[in-house]
């Protein structure tokens, strides 16, 4: 089964409307991390949490990570174009002491339709 | 800028015929990764370096291996690649200091394709 698990799969959105994508983890969260990646190149890294209930934000995206949940959220507000590829979550799942080595989930693919 | 590199964007190998991608970086980072990428699937980690010390994930073939010849570059060599081993591979570094987490940083990646 897949250690992290990313809901939708796929979402597809009106221009300005608002989004959330989910990311639980099967294991505890030492770390997430966001990525967005467009379709046949390299991940681009969005934002890092790593204390339970830390809130990050930058532009329009706001991320949230849910500790005791072990989850976390991705919300998109007055969504646009330019937020549509697929966003991966990826996290320190190996050990409590600090690890380099991430595990990612199968990403969610975001259309905007203008 | 600050960055790491993937060449080529694109390969087409022939069914058996082994093959090199390479990475570098820019970034002066200790870990070094490379994954592979299947359509609608998560990067899958197949080894990384930290420093000179290489790690190697349990489920990676031995089909795949990998050199870092200085902190600069990266390459992976498939052997003798099959048609499973279409997908595409993405190089990453990581400042990789202990007891932190940090994020990794992405190439534009390789995508192979095998014929």
């Known amino acids: 089964s897949q250690e992290l698990e990313q809901s939708p799969q796929s979402l597809i959105v009106q221009e300005g409307k608002n989004l959330t994508i989910n990311c639980t983890s099967s294991k505890t969260l030492y770390g997430l991390y966001w990525y967005k990646q467009k379709y046949g190149e390299g991940l681009i890294f969005l934002m890092m949490l790593q204390k339970g209930g830390e809130e990050k934000s930058h532009e329009k995206i706001t991320a949230k990570l849910d500790e005791k949940k072990q989850q976390s959220s991705l919300h998109i507000t007055a969504s646009q174009p330019s937020h549509a590829g697929i966003y991966l979550c990826g996290a320190d799942i190996t050990s409590g002491a600090g690890s380099y080595q991430l595990t990612f989930g199968k990403g969610t693919k975001l259309s905007v339709i203008p | 800028d600050a960055m790491v590199i993937q060449n080529p964007r694109y390969q087409v190998t022939q069914f058996g015929k082994p093959v090199t991608l390479s990475c570098s970086q820019t970034l002066n980072h200790n870990v070094m990764y490379w994954y592979q990428q299947k359509s609608s699937q998560a990067p899958k980690l197949l080894f990384h370096y930290y420093d000179k010390d290489f790690n190697n994930e349990a489920d990676t073939p031995d089909n795949f291996q990998s050199r870092r010849p200085n902190t600069s570059f990266c390459f992976l060599d498939i052997r003798s690649p099959g048609l499973g081993d279409a997908a595409m591979y993405l190089c990453?570094?990581?400042?990789?200091?202990?007891?932190?987490?940090?994020?990794?940083?992405f190439g534009p990646g390789t995508r192979l394709t095998v014929t």
């Open positions: 990453a570094t990581s400042p990789g200091q202990a007891y932190s987490s940090y994020e990794q940083y």
